[in-house]
C-alpha cells in the first residue's frame, strides 16, 4: 500500500525542459550522443567537465524505452525495498520497519521542483540509499562471511555510481570507514588476526574495487576518444594546478567572501602572466557569469563568484581556441600554472604559500565560522528549508522551449513537459495537493524527531564505551558520521564559495537523516523499555 501511494503520489510530474548549457541541457546533449554511439560526442569545454556517470543513466533510460523521471522514481522506490531488507536484522518490529520505509517513501526531496528536471538530484539520493544499505548489510552479516562478501560489492557498485555522478561522494567514506572498523573488530574476536585481516582486505576489495574498475574504463573510453585520460578535466592535475596557483595570488587586502579570484588580483596577473592575459577581454566582460554571481550572490555583484570563476575561466579559454581538444586544453592549464609560479618565484606577483587555500577561494581563516554554518545546515537539513514542489523554468528556458522540447523528449522519452498550464493543474489536482501537505508534516516532524534520535544515541555512547558497541550503534554511528560529513562540506563551501545549503544539494543527506531518525530512536526506546522492565520487547540491537 505505502509503495502503490507512492507511485500515486509522483504519476504526474511533468518534466521541466530548461536552458541550462552547463547543467540539464549538457547532460540532455552528452546523453544523445551516447544514444547515437558517438560516446560524448564532439570535444568542447564542457564535454569532461563534470562525470559521465548521469548521462550514461539517461542514456540506458532511453535503450530500456522508459521515461527519465520513471526510471528515477522507481529506482528509488526499489532502493527503499533494499534499504528495508538491510536494515531488518537490526529492527523486528513490522511498525518500526513501516514507519522507515514510509519516511523514506515520502521525502519531499524525493519529489520537489530539482528532481522534475534532468538534474543529478534526481538519482543521487537513491544512490547514497543502496551505499547505506550495503553497509547496513556488511554489518548485520558479521558472522556470515560470504553474505558480507555479496554486501560489500552491493558498496562497491552502488559506491561507483555515486562517484560518477557526483566525484564529490567523499563525504561518505568516514560512514564506510566506521562500518568496515566494526567488522574489523567482530571478525578479529571471532578468527584471530591473521584471518581477520585476510578477511578486511578481501572485504575493501569488494568495496572499493568496482569504482576503480569504472574509473578505469571512463578514463580509457575518454582517451580513445579525446586523446586524454581523465573521467573529469576539472580534477585532471593540469587544472587543479594552474587553479591552485591562481589562488595564491590573492592577497590579504583584495580577498572578498565567495570570490575565488577577484578583480584586484586579475588586474595584476594580467600584467605578469601572458597565458591569463588571454582571457581579459572575456573575464572583464560584462554580462555572463557576473551576472549570475549578483542574482545568486548580491554581496559579490560585480566580480566572479564561486565555481563561476573557474567556468568562466574555461569559457574565456574555449573563446580562444584553447579548447579545440582535450590536449589542447591540458597543455594551456599547464602553461597558465606554469607562468603563475613563475611570476611568484621570481617575486613579480606577490604570492602566498598554496596551503593557505582550501579550495574555491575559502580560506582557513572561514575554518572557525564551520561548525555554526554546519549547525544551521543541520536545521535546513531537517526542516526542508527552501524545499519547492513547483517546476520553476528560467527566461531562457521559455525563449528557446520550441528548441528545447524536441531533444529533451528523444533523449529523456517523456512527451508531457511543464508549462504554465501544467504548473496551474499542479497546484489543484488531489496528488499535488498531498505532496505539499506531507512537505508541511515533515517540515513540523522531522527536526523533533532528530533531536529526540540525537539524545538517543548520545544516551547509547555511554552504553558503548562501557560494554561494547552494538552492531546497531555502529550503523547509527555511521549515518550520523554520513550527515555530519555532508554538513561539514556544505558548510565549507556556505562560507567562503558560494550558498550551499540549497535543497539539492541537501537532498543527498536526507535518507542517511531518516534512516537515523527511525533506528536510533527505536533503539533509545528499546533500552527504556529494558530498564523499566528487564526485557526488551520487538526490537532486536544486536
Sequence with gaps: MLISGRLWLVSDLPLSAQWLPHDDTLFVELARHLIDGKWLGTYHARVL?????YPLFIA???????????????????AGIL?????????????????????????PTSYMQDVMAVKRVGLYPTVVTCVLASLAGILASS??????????????????????????????IPSAAVVVAGSAWRRFRVRGGRVAAREVVLLVAWMFGPHLIADT?????????????TTNELTADATRRAYQELLRTVQDGEARDFVPVPQATRARLYREVPAFAELRDSLEAPGNWSVVT?????????????????WAVRDAAEKKGYHASARTANDYYLRLADETAAACDEGRLACGPASRTLLLGVGWNHVGEVPLAAAAGLYSLASFESVSLTPQRTEESRQFVRFLLPRYARVTGHDR??????????????????????????????????????????????????????????????????????????????????????????????????????????????????????????????
Design 217 to 229: 574504463l571512463i578514463a580509457r573510453s575518454n582517451e580513445r576518444a579525446y586523446g586524454f585520460s
Design 60 to 78: 540506458g533510460t532511453h535503450v530500456l524505452g522508459v521515461p527519465l523521471l520513471v526510471a528515477q522514481q522507481a529506482l528509488y522506490v526499489a
Design 143 to 172: 558472522t556470515n562471511r560470504r553474505a558480507r562478501m555479496l554486501w560489500g560489492l552491493g558498496f562497491g557498485l552502488s559506491w561507483a555510481a555515486a562517484m560518477l555522478v557526483r566525484d564529490e561522494s567523499t563525504w561518505l
Design 417 to 542: 513537459f511543464s508549462d504554465e498550464a501544467a504548473e496551474a493543474r499542479m497546484k489543484t489536482d488531489a496528488a499535488a495537493r498531498l505532496r505539499h501537505g506531507l512537505l508541511e508534516l515533515y517540515r513540523w516532524m522531522v527536526p523533533s524527531l532528530l533531536f529526540i534520535a540525537l539524545v538517543a544515541w548520545t544516551s547509547a555512547v555511554g552504553d558503548a564505551l562501557w560494554r561494547g558497541p552494538s552492531d546497531l550503534f555502529l550503523l547509527d554511528t555511521a549515518l550520523l558520521g554520513a550527515m555530519v560529513a555532508l554538513l561539514v562540506g556544505l558548510a565549507i563551501l556556505d562560507r567562503g564559495a558560494f550558498p550551499a545549503f540549497l535543497p539539492r544539494y541537501l537532498a543527498p543527506g536526507v535518507p542517511p537523516m531518516l534512516i537515523f531518525i527511525t533506528l536510533s530512536s527505536a533503539d533509545g526506546w528499546n533500552r527504556v523499555r529494558t530498564r523499566l522492565y528487564g526485557v526488551a520487547v520487538g526490537e532486536g540491537t544486536r
Design 294 to 310: 549578483c542574482q545568486q550572490i548580491p554581496e559579490a555583484c560585480g566580480d566572479l563568484a564561486g565555481a563561476w570563476f573557474w
Design 83 to 107: 534499504l528495508l531488507y538491510a536494515v531488518s536484522p537490526f529492527v523486528r518490529s513490522r511498525v518500526t520497519l513501516l514507519a522507515l520505509l514510509g519516511l523514506y517513501l515520502f521525502s
Design 49 to 53: 567537465a563534470k562525470p559521465s556517470g
